[in-house]
Each structure stands twice: as C-alpha cells, then as structure tokens.
C-alpha cells in the first residue's frame, strides 16, 4: 500500500514561499491567483494491507516527525 | 563548568562553541556524537549551529530524533542546562524542550550579519551578566530563523519572563525593528519555564574575541561558568 502524506502550513501562519509564488505568477500575467499556499508531499511505500492500520501508522509518523503540527496540517491518502 | 556539546552530521559551529567555552572555563568540552546514547557528567549541554541532516524536512527534525538527543532531554528535565544556538535552537524546540517553531525566514533569504540584539530577562544563568535592556551584537547567519508561536503562547512567554532576547534595529537599518526573520513578536531567543534552557537563532560564541568584531557574547559564557562552577 502506498500512502501520500500532503503537508502545509496551517491558515493563520504566514507562508512567504507561497507569497512569493503568488508574487511571481501574478508577474507572469495569472491575474486570477487570489492565494496560494506551498506545501510538500511525502510518499511512503508500507508493507501493510490493511487501510485502517496503515493510516493509523502513518497518523503516528506525522504527530512525530512528517508534520510539525505547531505551523503544519497534514492530510493523509492512501493507495491500494 | 564541565560541558558537553552534541555534534550532528552537518553541524559546523561545535569548534566555536569549544573554543569559548574553554577560553571561558579553562576546561575543554566533550563533544558527544549524535549516535551516542550517554552523556558525560556535565552541567552544560550545547547543541550548537549548523545545517544537521542538511536541513532536510524541517531544520532540526532528523537531529530531535537522533539517539542522543533522548539523553539531552532527560538531563534537561534533570535541570542540566542546555544552550540552544541557531540550528541548535531548531533541533531543541523541534524536540520538544521549548514552545514554537522556527521556520523559513519571512523575506525567504538566509541572513547573515550583525545583529542588534534587547537582553530582556537577566534572571538566568545564561544572562545573569548583562543588564536588563542591554543592546548587545551577536552575528546571525539563518535561512530558517522565523520564530512562531501563536498568540497565547507569545503572551505566556512574555508573562513568565521567556523571552530572553528580542531584536532591535541599529539605527542605520530601514527596517524600525531590526528583525531580520520575520520572528513573531521579535523574538530572538527564548527559555524554557524553569530557564534552565536557552534557545537563540544568534551566534553568541562567535562575539567572544576581539577578531570576532566584539565580545558581546563573552559575558553569556562568562555567567554560565560562574553559575556553574
């Protein structure tokens, strides 16, 4: 099973890589980007079948290392 | 003042921790490599400046999770007193020793200069030697210095007496606060409630000799070998 962590800055925390994105494409003419947030995603391939276990797995490796939940929100999609 | 300084894969200012620690106490500090599990008997622990694990994830989140780092916090918790610089500071909040996070400076470039610097809490061995409200320079050099926490928590900071050092413009600067991350609330540095740990983005170890440019740090080494010797 393969899951994709997606991991972004929360609301509220300023993003100055995804200002400076916005800045850019706006330069390049994008005049309808209103926002925009940058993020990392995060492949994991696991040896585990069962969808409930790995999520509750990978929930773990986000609470301690993948995300720092102080400025970060993760979201977790899993693929069979 | 027996000390001992946590060395990383990438870190790169242990030697100029080692060297102001020992002009300081007259004692050369262990270094303790990041896959040892033990540390010797000390009564400072310095996790100091550096790119651990080249910065990958998040500044300081693979070095948190090394084998040592179990120990610091166990002598931290025992009231051993940790010294956090740069990406020291990083990898110690990023390990749970103090509140926040640090991450990419606002202005998204690694900054490296002279930095003015507010002493606002001289209750600590770390700061005992300096004046409240003292301006004092340390040199930054940072990419992810940018201090957040939120607004609740900058708040019990200030109340406990936390913040140890904010940053203030030189009068030359445009910018009227002289923060040159984006730090929340200017915050430069900050220790933990007990103030046993002191966390900050500056270099104080590289303000300690006259080549340095000054020695504003001196006095930081100096308050710890007297508190703990």
Redesign the interface.
Known sequence: MKAKVHVT?KRG??D??GK?IAHALHTLGFDGVEDVRAGKVIELTLSSTDEAAARKEVEAMCG???A?T??EDYAIELVA | MKAAIVVFPGSNRERDAVAALEAASGTKPHLVWHRDTELPKVDLIVVPGGFSYGDY??SG?MAA?SPIMREVKARADQGVRVLGVCNGFQIIT?AGLL???L??????KFVCRVQHLRVENTDSPFTAKYAKGQIVRYPVAHGDGNY??DAETVRRLDGEGQVAFRYVADDSRADPRGNPN?SVSDIAGIFNAKRTVLGLMPHPEDAVEGLHGNTDGKPMFDGLVEALS
Do not use: F, S, T
């Open positions: 800055l925390v300023l100055p890589q400076a301690k290392l993948l720092n102080v400025i | 994830l998040r989140a999770h990023e509140p926040g996070a991450m990419r400076n606002g202005g998204l957040w926490a984006h």
